[in-house]
C-alpha cells in the first residue's frame, strides 16, 4: 500500500491535470520513443519530486518499480526495436537499480 503525501491525484481522480505518475510515464515514453534526452532529463527531475511525495521507503521503491512494470507493458504492446528498445532497455535498469538502492535504505 502507497501511503502519499499528495501529488499524485486529480487526473486519476477525474479531474483534467494529469497526476505526477502520468507524468513521469509521459516523459519517460518520450524519451525512449524519441531520444530527446531533454524529456529524460526531465523525467528524472519529475520522478524525484514524485518519488518525495511518498511517505515511506518502501512507497518510493514500489512506486519505481511501478513505473518499470508499466513501461515494459508499453513497449511490449508497441513491439518497439532498434534505437528506442535499447534506450527503453537502460531507462529500465536505471530504475531497477535506483529502486534497488531504495529499498536497501529502508
Known amino acids: 500500500m502507497?501511503?502519499?503525501r499528495g501529488g499524485d491525484?486529480?487526473?486519476?481522480?477525474?479531474?483534467g491535470e494529469m497526476?505526477?505518475?502520468?507524468?513521469?510515464l509521459r516523459l519517460l515514453t518520450g524519451f525512449v520513443r524519441t531520444g530527446d534526452i531533454d524529456k529524460g532529463a526531465t523525467a528524472a527531475a519529475m520522478i524525484v519530486n514524485y518519488l518525495t511525495t511518498l511517505d515511506t521507503q518502501r512507497a518510493r521503491a514500489e512506486a519505481l518499480d511501478d513505473l518499470r512494470?508499466?513501461?515494459a507493458a508499453t513497449f511490449e504492446q508497441e513491439g518497439i526495436s532498434g534505437p528506442a528498445e535499447e534506450r527503453h532497455v537502460v531507462v529500465e535498469d536505471a530504475l531497477d537499480k535506483a529502486r534497488q538502492a531504495i529499498a536497501d535504505m529502508g
Do not use: N
Open 2 to 4: 502507497r501511503q502519499r
Open 9 to 15: 491525484g486529480a487526473a486519476s481522480r477525474g479531474g
Open 69 to 71: 512494470l508499466t513501461l
Open 19 to 24: 497526476s505526477d505518475r502520468e507524468k513521469c
